[in-house]
Structure formats: structure tokens, C-alpha cells
């Protein structure tokens, strides 16, 4: 498999994640566990960068070099 299938194999799979973690998120605020909701909103971001990375790497080369 080529590192750009696999690349968008984790894109999708990334992106189940952060849709899991928003559920998770919304319950934990609900129910008032600050802490967990804390928790959630750290997971959303560290997979939200993953995913810019993954998305980067699954750039053409000529795009990937024009960007900062």
C-alpha cells in the first residue's frame, strides 16, 4: 500500500475519532464532568493535528512545497 492510501486510511479513521470524542464531549458536559470535558476537548485537538499532518503527506509534492 502507498504512503498516500495509507495516509487517507488515517485521515478517515482520524476523523471517526474526533466525531467519537465530540459525542463523548457533549455527554461529559451534560452530566457536568468538567474534567473529562477537558480531557475530550485535548483529544480533539491532538487529533485534529494529526489529521493537518496526514492530510500534508497526502498532498502532491508540488502542492506540499508551496505551503508554509
Not at 2 to 13: L, N, T, V
Not at 39 to 68: C, G, V
Amino acid at each position: 500500500m502507498s504512503s498516500k492510501k495509507r495516509a487517507k486510511k488515517g485521515i478517515e479513521s482520524l476523523e471517526k475519532q474526533i466525531e467519537l470524542h465530540k459525542s463523548k464531549l457533549k455527554a461529559a458536559e451534560e452530566s457536568g464532568n468538567i474534567g473529562l470535558a477537558n480531557y475530550y476537548e485535548k483529544e480533539i485537538e491532538h487529533f485534529e493535528q494529526a489529521k493537518e499532518k496526514l492530510e500534508r503527506r497526502a498532498m502532491p509534492r508540488a502542492k506540499r512545497k508551496k505551503m508554509p
